[in-house]
């Protein structure tokens, strides 16, 4: 897998809205995978969680994550990542959220209540495949 900086055109596919999964790790270590959504942002990645959620004190305890992005209509075409969150805040007036929500759905999150959790990832290692592929 090629280290990071992605090259122009990985970070050119990683600018748009595509449908994404991340994978953490439980504290037993059984993997957790789920859809989210992202935004690259000066060539890190921008996750937002409810506070809420499980996923959160996972990676609180173990940042390590792997994310793979999809054309959206190509899903032979992909992009996966692997690196670590390196950077948390309190999403306190949903700007984050707000950002997501407004790529992905063109609207500001409909959900108003209830604590937000940003994490801003740095990518180790990339893959691509398909139209992706190193050497494409």
């Known amino acids: 897998m090629p280290k990071a900086p992605v090259p122009a055109h ?7 809205p595509n449908p994404a999964v991340i994978a953490s790790n439980r504290p037993d270590g059984q993997p957790v995978s789920v859809a989210t959504w992202y935004i690259w942002d000066n060539g890190r990645i921008l996750v937002n969680m ?3 959620r499980k996923r959160l004190a996972y990676l609180r305890k173990d940042p390590r994550v ?4 999809f054309e959206n209509h190509n899903w032979g075409s992909h992009v996966s990542v692997q690196g670590s969150i390196r950077q948390w805040h309190d999403d306190v ?3 984050d959220i707000d950002r997501l929500s407004i790529q992905y759905s063109g609207q500001t ?3 108003r209540t209830g604590a937000r959790v940003s994490a801003w990832i740095e990518i180790d290692r990339w893959h691509g495949w398909g139209a992706f592929a190193p050497g494409a």
Do not use: G, H, R, V
Not at 10 to 16: D, H, Q, T, V
Not at 66 to 69: K, P, Q, R, W, Y
């Open 10 to 16: 990985i970070a050119e596919f990683l600018a748009k």
């Open 50 to 52: 409810s506070e809420q």
């Open 66 to 69: 792997s994310l793979t992005f």
């Open 93 to 95: 007036d949903l700007a």
């Open 109 to 111: 999150y409909e959900n």
